[in-house]
């Protein structure tokens, strides 16, 4: 089963004219997109259900942008001109055989009445030469106004749900995460690159679990770097992102690390002994433009865990971890031990559940028997057929479970907006790194505040880094937050035992309160702006 990369829209000449006249009119701000209430009007010209045009809105937004730019548009009118033709409207209509180039202009009631209208009106009217013409606003930039915010966001306008977001960040979030060092403790400041990002999906399992043959499979080939080194023990110790290019290059990680466009800056925490282990692999492919693969090193086991590695192998998983959309955990039928490295790694993948996938591969390599006594994905990536050892019940199970996974992948990208910030960042993730920093903001005040004013101050430190845990359990307690949502105590103390508590910042409420506006409102009143029209 090949994972299909959307396909452009295809459009003679003489229809785009049509179709830049119907976006002209359907435009009703002149912003080059069109909203929700644009659509509806528009749309109901077709005369299709409502469930159709939902669907046709769907297909169109495969960004989940919240609106339709030129291109969109014209999918948007392919799709309903097929509708009208009594074609079935699902994502499958764009890679149907279809002669998209010649496909005629859906029909649209009383669309040529309104566009004569509109023609004679514009020759009538005056431009207004004296004085300033009232800008419209979207109601998309209106939100961002409102007197329910603590702090408003100076935006003229909002053109996606990941632009308001990043505004968002910068003016609400992102001053809190300052102020109370939130990068040192938990996580970098984000930049626009890690917004921008495409959804990643890592593989994370001990060596020869057939990670880089999965990436193989997908992509129907091998990619620069990496694919040389497969084999049946560790012979590499490397982290690879493998995503679209130009052309077929490696790029050092020390050099990957400080390009702006890219979103890998925070992996430069980990320092040069990791920077040199870590690479990106790009390619031209069309899964790429969609989906970025990060290919692990193989997870030490036995004698080969006494190999000590110069990084902090299990903070790097946990780093992607967070920026990842799906996690593949592999498993090798053959060797189901779990290592004390793995164990690690699984720990740090805390938080993240709903993000992993768990793939016992080669899976048709062993009887019923055997299959029956092992719990999870039954998946076998590679380019070999199916082996029947299992029988046609298990080669049947086999086939349904990876059309089951490769299902998971080709939604990444059509759920992208709807779990992430960004083409990179999940709303979730987004709403859990706030929670997280409001959680980081009451822990660091806390601490300044039961410093004392003068005396004693190393002695009060040592005693708060020592009793930790019921620190944490008194910030708790006085603010009612969930204990699941605390930060690791080892982690944290590990840091906090490098500062200098009495230069802490107190407890900002207004900071909190802005925090509290951006997750109560701000978000909610921004989705619902670029939502579905036909929700």
Known sequence: MEIDSAPISRCSKDHQKIYQEWFGYADSDGDGR????????FFAM???????????????DSKRQGFLGFREFITAMQIVSLAQAGQAVNSDLLSAEVDFENLKPPLMDGLDVLLAKQKRTSKTSEPELNGSPQVQNSPAALWFSSTKSAKKVPLA???????????????????????????????????????????????????STGKTTFIKHLLRSSYPGKCAHIGPEPTTDRFVVVMNGPDERSIPGNTIAVQADMPYSGLTTFGTAFLSKFECSQM??????????????????????????????TGVTSWFAA?????????????????????????????????????LNKADQIDTQQLMRVYGALISFNDKPINTAAGPIGTELFE???????????????????????????????????????IHSYIISHLKREMPAMMGKAK????????????????????????GDFPNVEHFREILSGYNIDKFEKLKPKMIQAVDDMLGYDIPELLKSFRNPYD
């Open 34 to 41: 069109i909203t929700g209430g644009d659509a509806t009007k």
């Open 46 to 60: 077709s005369n299709l259900p409502r469930q159709d045009l939902k669907q046709v809105w769907a297909i169109a």
């Open 157 to 207: 306008s909002v053109t996606s749900i990941v632009d308001g977001l990043k505004k968002l960040y910068i003016q609400k979030l992102k001053p809190l995460e300052v102020t109370y060092r939130f990068n040192d403790f938990v996580s970098p400041l984000l930049t626009n690159s890690d917004f921008d990002a495409k959804p990643m999906v890592m593989l994370l399992g001990q060596y």
């Open 284 to 313: 031209p492919h069309p899964l790429l433009e969609h989906i970025t693969f990060v290919d692990t090193p193989g997870v030490l086991s036995g004698e080969k865990q006494r190999t000590q590695r110069s990084y902090d192998f």
């Open 323 to 359: 920026k990842c959309d799906l996690i593949l955990l592999l498993f090798d039928p053959h060797k189901l031990d779990i290592s004390d490295e793995f164990k690690r790694v699984i720990s740090s993948l805390r938080g993240h559940d709903d993000k992993i996938r768990v793939v």
């Open 400 to 438: 349904k479970e990876q059309d089951d996974l490769l299902a998971d992948l080709k939604d990444i990208p059509k759920k992208a907006c709807d779990r992430r910030v960004s083409s990179k960042f999940v709303i979730n993730e987004f709403v859990k790194r706030a929670r997280a920093a409001k």
């Open 460 to 483: 009060t430190q040592q005693k708060l880094i020592d009793n930790l845990v019921d620190e944490f359990a008194k910030v708790q307690r006085e603010h009612h937050l969930p204990a």
